[in-house]
């Protein structure tokens, strides 16, 4: 069962980078599926603005291409796909010249909600902000989505928050991070604050740990030269998994509205301890006899930049003290996979005999490939020979619990637009949340710089380079198998 879908009013998004690779992978083919589902308004307009010279028919054709390739639930005759393609236009635009300005200007209708989505390289936010202040083109209830990286470090990052202000007020500005907008990360908000069992647990004194895994088995491949500029620290560590840690560890927020979570969200990175450096692995998928290894992809046969990074960090206030948090993300791993795990104490003491076994409970959130959640439960194994006990899990994956409707749950790009339509910024990060992050994660990068650390390379199609196995056990605990 889905819950009804509630249509948006309409709307003008003009996607700036509307013929790159992000926009025909997701912005579009995801634009495409709300309007299917009855969520976009027919009268919506999307105008693709990009720098390549093309009509409405040329960006029509390409967006059509885009969901054939990349939306490949529905058919290719599929009745809507005519419909969605005819609130599509297309200008094309110098971002930093005046080509294509009035042109745009000219397309947008009075009264009606106007939003800029900015799916281009983060040395254009600035020239396109501008442009669309100074020409008119953003009114003060027009918002702008602004796509990662947010900076590099917290100098630029704190640099691109000045400009985007020079022209919008925060509250016009959508940081997206798209791990916010998964179902599931959404989901572990409602089990937290939408039931009484788990919240009174919620703390050191009853959760011995917490690991934060996001494995990729895909190497940097063709992003290689991006990439090694930006390694996994920047690139997943201080948004996705910095986000994700948020979510779990922070208090409840008096309402589930933007600015009351966006502070809590933030007092919880404010509290990060600075991370010893003997608690961070850093690591560089080899090369294997058939695949090249990072350092062919990097182009720079000496790259220190990591594929790979594992850490124990801790939060310095009253619930977290003594509860360890664990992250780790890499490339080039044995399975795709995304979960948090909440690990429970041990009951204070066991009434059962040794060889009964001790286990356990441990809360699961997957974020992919399936959504879902799972709670271990310590249950008497069944049948005879006396009281031995087992783990079950009490399973919550979205395709058993909605069926086959499952199909219609907005993937995370769908969800975070959609919010955008409607002006609600709960799930993007706020310009504070960004730079304190970056103010966490700034020395943890200079340490390994000073010192000029060399990332421990891992194989291929394993879970990462041993020393990240060590940084549990010397704890006497360990890592979730990655599968
Ligand atoms: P891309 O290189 O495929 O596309 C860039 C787009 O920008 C093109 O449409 C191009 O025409 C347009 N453009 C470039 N220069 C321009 C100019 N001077 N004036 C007007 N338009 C211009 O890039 P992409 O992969 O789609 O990424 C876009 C943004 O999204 C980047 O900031 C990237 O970091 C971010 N991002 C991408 C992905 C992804 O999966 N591709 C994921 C997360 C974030």
């Known amino acids: ?60 054709e390409l967006v059509r291409d885009a969901i054939h390739e990349f939306d490949s639930k529905r058919p290719d005759d599929c009745p809507e796909l005519n419909g969605f393609l005819e609130c599509l236009a297309y200008v094309a635009v110098d971002a930093k010249g005046d080509g294509g300005w009035n042109e745009l200007s000219a397309l947008m209708r009075e009264g009606t909600v106007r939003a800029f989505y900015l799916s281009v390289a983060p040395s254009l936010f600035g020239d396109i902000a501008e442009r669309l202040h100074t020409r008119g083109l953003a009114l003060r209830d027009s918002r702008i989505v602004v796509e990662k990286p947010f900076g590099r470090d917290l100098a630029s990052a704190r640099a691109l928050n000045e400009t985007l202000a020079l022209h919008f007020h925060e509250d016009q500005i959508y940081r997206i991070d798209h791990y916010l907008g998964k179902e599931t990360v959404q989901n572990l908000m409602a089990v937290r604050f939408g039931n009484m069992l788990f919240e009174p647990l919620w703390n050191s004194q009853y959760i011995d740990h917490i690991q934060i895994t996001v494995a990729e088995t895909v190497g940097v491949g063709g992003r290689g030269a991006y990439y090694d500029k930006s390694g996994a620290m920047r690139d997943m560590v201080q948004n996705h998994l910095m986000q994700l840690l948020c979510l779990i560890a922070m208090e409840p927020p008096s309402r589930f509205e933007p600015d009351s979570v966006r502070d809590e969200k933030l007092k919880v990175i404010r509290a990060l301890e600075p991370v010893d450096y003997h608690h961070i692995v850093r690591g560089q998928y080899d090369k294997t006899d058939t695949q090249p290894g990072y350092r062919e992809h990097a182009e720079n046969p000496r790259s220190h930049t990591e594929s790979y990074i594992a850490m124990k960090c801790h939060i310095s206030n009253w619930r977290w003290a003594g509860t360890p948090f664990y992250m780790r993300t890499g490339k080039r791993l044995r399975a795709r996979a995304s979960e948090i795990a909440i690990v429970f104490k041990d009951t204070p003491h066991s009434i059962f005999d040794e060889d009964a076994g001790r286990h356990r409970n441990t809360l699961v959130i997957h974020l992919q490939p399936k959504e879902g959640m799972e709670l271990g439960v310590t249950i008497k194994e069944p049948g005879p020979g006396g009281m031995r006990l087992i783990d079950v899990p009490l399973d919550m994956t979205f395709q058993e619990a909605l069926g086959p409707d499952v199909e219609d749950v907005p993937d995370a790009y769908e969800r975070l637009i959609m919010d955008v339509i409607r002006g609600n910024q709960t799930l993007f990060m706020r310009g504070d949340e960004v730079e304190a992050a970056w103010a966490w994660t700034d020395p943890i990068i200079e340490g390994w710089e000073a010192r000029k650390e060399v990332p421990k390379l891992y194989d291929s199609g394993s879970s990462g380079p041993e020393d990240a196995l060590m940084l549990m056990h010397r704890d006497g605990r360990k890592w979730r198998e990655i599968k």
């Not at 997701?26 to 390549?52: D, N, T, V, W, Y």
């Open 1 to 60: 069962m889905v819950s009804r879908v509630i249509p948006v009013e309409t709307f003008d998004l003009v996607i700036f980078g509307g013929t790159g690779d992000l926009a025909r992978r997701k912005i579009l083919p995801g634009l495409f599926r709300r309007f299917c589902s009855g969520q976009m308004p027919k009268e919506a307009r999307i105008i693709g603005a990009a720098r390549s010279e093309m009509d409405d028919a040329g960006f029509r």
